[in-house]
């Protein structure tokens, strides 16, 4: 378990995962002509927003479980029920102290702190196996379950047929999802770079670095 330096992977990752998530920063970016980043604007909600609050936040299951996995091999990632409680559990384990205290400034506009209170721990269940909860006075990123109720219940209304969920994907939980991911792939470069290495990572135009 545990991570030490490897250029070989950080290249790896670099190009499997960062060119990405710059790519998806570009495309939110270009949303600027039609919605200001701005506190005004975080309820503001479109099918563009729409569009990459998902795919920001699978890229965050998917990332989050191969950073988990390479801090502790023994994860099966074939595995289906790897959900977030488990892999944030082992990513904490390593960058917890780190990520949890982490405020980022958005565009240089607003900070954001999406990892703030969110720490899992190990519980027993009646069937003897060993499942992954909240700890105490812990609760999962407000952004991440608007994430799931706009991929799941999408078109639950409420008493005078307005769409509840839909307008989750807002400016306020796109900026989050997106500092969220910045703040899990730059965390685990850090990690396993070196100076050199790092001195070539093309930098963040939302974060600035």
Request: net charge positive.
């Amino acid at each position: 378990m545990g991570l030490k330096k490897d250029s070989e992977r950080f290249c790896v990752f670099e190009r499997s995962y960062w060119q990405y998530y710059l790519e998806l920063e570009e495309q939110l970016i270009r949303t600027r002509r039609y919605i200001a980043f701005d506190k005004v604007n975080f309820n503001a909600y479109s099918i563009e927003y729409l569009k990459l609050y998902q795919a920001v936040c699978s890229e965050i299951d998917v990332v989050g479980k191969e950073i988990a996995f390479q801090i502790d091999n023994s994860l099966n990632q074939k595995k289906d029920n790897i959900v977030i409680n488990r892999w944030w559990y082992i990513v904490y384990s390593e960058f917890g102290e780190i990520l949890k205290n982490s405020e980022v400034i958005f565009y240089r506009t607003y900070p954001v702190t999406p990892w703030k209170n969110f720490e899992t721990t190990t519980k027993v269940n009646k069937k003897n196996a060993v499942c992954y909860v909240l700890k105490e006075k812990s609760k999962t990123p407000t952004w991440w379950t608007a994430y799931n109720k706009v991929k799941h219940q999408r078109t639950t209304l409420d008493e005078s047929t307005n769409l509840i969920n839909f307008t989750k994907a807002n400016l306020l939980n796109v900026s989050n999802a997106y500092a969220a991911l910045y703040l899990l792939e730059k965390t685990y470069l850090s990690a396993i770079a070196d100076k050199s290495d790092m001195e070539t990572l093309e930098a963040s135009t939302l974060f600035g670095g």
